[in-house]
């Protein structure tokens, strides 16, 4: 065999393991369980998801990220939340990529590190893991992750100087826990946080002003009937069950290659046909008002990354010239397979947690208590007709002056 025989092949074969490299592996194995959850089939994609989700590995927090949604969803809360308190644990931790793995992902791709999540994954894995201790009655954690995630958002934004808003789904699910454990001085301190972030969120206008005449702040009273009108009947929450239903809709943005290079990520939004959803009981009638788009934030946290993802990638390009040109000064043909495996290996990462809701909305009704009560959720189109997507829930006794919560999710 001739030298530039031996040395072409050798070429071939490292470029090839470059390419290998930098192929990332979890979409691809996730599809089988990520079909179950759309088809709702939890309890399989629980299953399908266990074995990856328990070994350590560079994709672990994402088989981490999905178990907890199916289980979340198949009502399985305790181990949803074993599942999401490990992610948050790993991903902290994973924040600090060895030296190793990054001068890898400067000379390959980012696909060649453990993934550590996006800011946004690993903030709203917070509220996901409230609303699983909100679904088990245990109000005092959930108040626990809702301070975590804002937590969480202060520190982005004043240590990493990034442009991070607080949630106001985290500040008005707390308002309401802390309403539902009888805590109204705070309750009313984290609606008035939420009025600071959506003003003009539909049920506001009643929280603030009915926790403002609970407390006697009639200073607050007048600022209130001066923003939202003097006509605002409060109704008495005293005789009545509110019920609650907190409605994860749609799919969240995806994750593709970046039209401007393929070397980039870029999210996606992806369309739902469900919109809204509609909650019918006791021939009331009440239609979900969205509070916080994850797919907004997933696309725009990506889009002010651009820059400093630029700025790596030339410093890798850079480094893919020196290694090739060392090798070109050797041989020739070698050092140009080298140069163009080096290239084709550089691929955008695009990983991300691909089962998150599009969008977080609360829809709040109060009704009469008693028992045996049958609660129809439906999903809507933009033009408020039923997209064949429903759910059916029964509750045993509805107690008056007490909230009773529901989580529901649709995918179409």
């Not at 990856?52 to 907890?68: H, I, P, S, T, V």
């Not at 979900?288 to 696309?299: E, G």
Request: charged share 30%; with cysteine.
């Amino acid at each position: 065999m001739t030298k530039f025989a031996r040395s072409s092949k050798s070429a071939i074969f490292l470029c090839s393991l470059f390419f290998l490299n930098g192929c990332a592996t979890y979409p691809f194995q996730t599809q089988n369980a990520q079909s179950a959850i759309y088809a709702g089939d939890f309890d399989r994609a629980a299953q399908l998801l266990e074995e990856k989700a328990k070994q350590e590995g560079k994709d672990q927090l994402l088989y981490l990220f999905d178990r907890g949604v199916a289980l979340q969803l198949a009502g399985r809360y305790k181990e949803s939340s074993q599942n999401w308190l490990l992610a948050d644990k790993l991903s902290e931790v994973k924040d600090y990529v060895s030296l190793s793995q990054e001068a890898a992902s400067i000379i390959l791709n980012d696909n060649l590190k453990e993934y550590k999540g996006e800011d946004f994954e690993k903030v709203i894995i917070n509220g996901l893991l409230a609303i699983n201790y909100v679904m088990e009655g245990n109000f005092e954690e959930a108040l626990v992750e809702c301070r975590r995630l804002n937590r969480k958002l202060y520190l982005y934004k004043t240590l990493s100087l990034k442009d991070y808003e607080q949630n106001p789904f985290a500040r008005y699910l707390s308002a309401m826990i802390w309403e539902a454990s009888s805590k109204l001085e705070d309750a009313y301190i984290d609606y008035k946080e939420t009025h600071k972030l959506t003003p003009n969120y539909p049920y506001l206008k009643f929280d603030l002003i009915r926790l403002a005449k609970k407390l006697g702040r009639e200073q607050d009273l007048k600022k209130w009937h001066a923003e939202y009108g003097e006509q605002i009947e409060i109704p008495n929450t005293k005789k009545k069950t509110e019920l609650i239903l907190i409605y994860q809709q749609g799919k969240s943005a995806v994750k593709r290659t970046h039209p401007e290079s393929h070397r980039f990520p870029k999210f996606y939004a992806r369309f739902s046909t469900g919109q809204s959803a509609k909650v019918e009981v006791d021939g009331l009638i009440e239609q979900t008002q969205k509070i916080y788009s994850i797919s907004d934030v997933a696309i725009k946290n990506l889009d002010d990354a651009y820059a400093g993802m630029v700025a790596k990638k030339m410093a890798g390009i850079v480094a893919k010239e020196v290694i090739a040109d060392q090798v070109r000064q050797k041989d020739e043909t070698l050092g140009f397979l080298v140069w163009l495996g080096l290239h084709a290996s550089d691929q955008a990462d695009l990983r991300h947690w691909a089962t998150l809701p599009e969008s977080i909305q609360f829809a709040r009704l109060l009704i009469n208590p008693g028992e045996n009560k049958t609660i129809k959720v439906s999903a809507l189109d933009s033009g408020g007709q039923p997209t064949g997507e429903e759910k059916i829930f029964i509750i045993d006794k509805a107690k008056a002056g007490k909230k009773i919560f529901l989580n529901w999710r649709s995918f179409r």
